[in-house]
């Protein structure tokens, strides 16, 4: 299993970006999948999941109206559009495969993060 997060990057408050998590190794298209970010020193938090069949869990009220997760199952690539972004959305963003198409197991793999950084 691999889980390639990219388009981690630094912009201003107020500025847009578009996360992609490029899975490979696995039936993407049968997994729930999402995004978590880390600050450090901080415990890793759940942003924004998708199950297999596109049904969507928000963990983080704070991005509610302004992050949207996505996915493509035919190129196998999760997406997190993040808009109207925050300092305190400075973080580390991963990506983690749940074990099964909803949230029971859990996540059973987790991909290298990207950084983000908004500055003020």
């Known amino acids: 299993v691999q889980l390639q997060a990219s388009g981690g990057g630094l912009v201003q408050a107020g500025g847009s970006l578009r996360l992609s998590c490029q899975a490979s190794?696995?039936?993407?298209?049968?997994?729930?999948i999402g995004w978590f970010r880390q600050v450090p020193g901080k415990r890793r938090e759940g942003v924004l999941c998708?199950?297999?069949?596109?049904?969507?869990?928000y963990y983080a009220d704070s991005v509610k109206g302004r992050f949207t997760i996505s996915r493509d199952n035919a190129k196998n690539t999760l997406y997190l559009q993040m808009n109207s972004l925050k300092p305190e959305d400075t973080a580390v963003y991963y990506c983690?495969?749940?074990?099964?198409?909803?949230?029971?197991?859990?996540?059973?793999?987790w991909g290298k993060g990207t950084l983000v950084t908004v500055s003020s």
């Open positions: 998708i199950t297999s069949s596109g049904t969507l869990t």
């Open positions: 190794g696995f039936a993407f298209d049968q997994h729930a």
């Open positions: 983690a495969k749940f074990k099964s198409s909803s949230w029971y197991g859990g996540i059973d793999s």
